[in-house]
């Protein structure tokens, strides 16, 4: 099949972390024998090469380069709403998504057009998928629904899309009961958690004692510390103030904070003020979030529903943690559950509960042998359930049953 892909975000150069799973979706269904053609705004740094079935077409949307805001984790003021810029160029951007679909959908003969985020590709892809008489699925990702349950305008156009879908996927549980709420119909909706590439996450051959404490140190851990890794960004729903909190009484745990984000010089207030062990590592590469997570004694990903409403979809950090192997500690929110049974594949508290934090992580601190099992569960279920191969022949089954779907 040739597919069209719609993203308004994607990993920026190799090894960038911007939307992984993105990128994850495009070359996975490309390993299997089809050809995806990534529509996706430009972006100064965007350097993407052409791979085998995969190929990259970036329009631009603005002129005025400090406009440049759209998508790339770049258009929300923390996740918890949008940045002015943002909507000042919105209509120039949605404008030229549009645009871009429809001129891909002329000049080639797809099969089916995938619009990532219900907003706003599902939504600006729509029309043009219509107008070329191709089957549209939608992947639903988090923020996308939060939008369209916060305003009345966005929901409309979100349900006009849901309608016209052949197929809508959802990466938790929890995001498809919303997308149902908001108008997705039950029978093609389904909940397609995200995948990982365990080969790369896993730890083969071990990192060199050398590089190990070199990592450690970055890290800001004493080889007396055990070491938590936590990773994301830097916003109110990845709930990284509750962990700050939690490590208040806890000098023997070490926190490292690993990513960069609006909330940066209010986590680094807090671990002053709260007298925590805390780093923050800033951005990290592909590679160096392997590194990381190899260094780590405990993983933890403690998402909560922020004030506005919003929540992570599924954490790519936790499945990344779980392909290492890592006795990982999290919230129960969202998509989690989803994926890690509490006291099998990792330990599950009660979100904004900092005791809670404290008392899980403390627990497995002193536990290296408990914290091997997890590890072990958690690395035996991605390989079982949880690899962009068994996501892509999923995706797959959504293609041919939106094209079907089309030809009624």
Not at 194 to 206: L, Q, S, T
Not at 230 to 250: D, H, P, T, Y
Not at 271 to 294: P, Q, W
Not at 374 to 389: E, F, I, K, P, Y
Request: net charge positive; proline share 6%; with cysteine.
């Amino acid at each position: 099949m040739k597919i069209l892909m719609v993203t308004s975000s994607y990993p920026l150069f190799e090894g960038d972390g911007t939307a992984p799973f993105i990128e994850g979706f495009a070359r996975s269904v490309a390993a299997r024998g089809h050809q995806v053609d990534v529509v996706l705004p430009a972006h100064p740094r965007l350097n993407r090469a052409e791979e085998n079935g995969l190929r990259f077409f970036p329009f631009p949307y603005t002129p005025v380069k400090a406009l440049g805001v759209w998508g790339y984790a770049q258009s929300m003021n923390a996740d918890r709403g949008f940045k002015w810029k943002t909507l000042l160029v919105a209509p120039f951007a949605a404008l030229a998504t549009a645009r871009a679909v429809r001129h891909r959908l002329a000049v080639e003969a797809y099969d089916v057009v995938h619009a990532h985020w219900v907003i706003p590709g599902g939504v600006l892809s729509l029309g043009p998928a219509m107008k070329a008489s191709k089957p549209l699925v939608i992947s639903l990702h988090g923020s996308d629904v939060f939008a369209a349950e916060r305003s009345a305008a966005v929901g409309f156009l979100a349900r006009r899309a849901f309608r016209a879908a052949g197929a809508v996927t959802a990466c938790s549980s929890d995001l498809r009961e919303r997308a149902l709420r908001l108008g997705s119909g039950a029978e093609g909706t389904r909940t397609v958690p995200y995948g990982v590439d365990a080969k790369f996450f896993r730890a083969e051959p071990p990192m060199s004692s050398e590089r190990t404490a070199s990592m450690r140190l970055r890290l800001g851990a004493s080889m007396a510390q055990t070491l938590v890794v936590a990773i994301g960004r830097l916003v109110e729903k990845k709930g990284f103030s509750c962990l700050v909190e939690a490590l208040s009484e806890a000098p023997e745990l070490h926190l490292a904070l690993v990513g960069d984000g609006d909330l940066q010089a209010d986590l680094r207030s807090l671990a002053l003020a709260s007298r925590s062990s805390v780093t923050l590592a800033g951005r990290f590469s592909r590679t160096e979030i392997k590194e990381a997570l190899e260094c780590a004694d405990l993983v933890a990903v403690p998402s909560v529903v922020d004030t506005r409403g919003n929540v992570d979809g599924l954490p790519n950090t936790l499945l990344e943690a779980m392909a290492a192997g890592k006795a990982i500690v999290a919230s129960r929110v969202a998509g989690i559950p989803d994926v890690v049974t509490h006291g099998v594949e990792g330990v599950l508290v009660p979100p904004k509960s900092p005791p809670a934090l404290r008392e899980a992580l403390l627990g497995l601190a002193c536990k290296p042998l408990r914290r091997a099992e997890l590890g072990v569960a958690a690395s035996l279920r991605v390989q079982r359930d949880l690899t962009w191969d068994r996501v892509a022949a999923i995706i797959e089954e959504c293609y041919v049953q939106a094209s079907a779907l089309a030809k009624h």
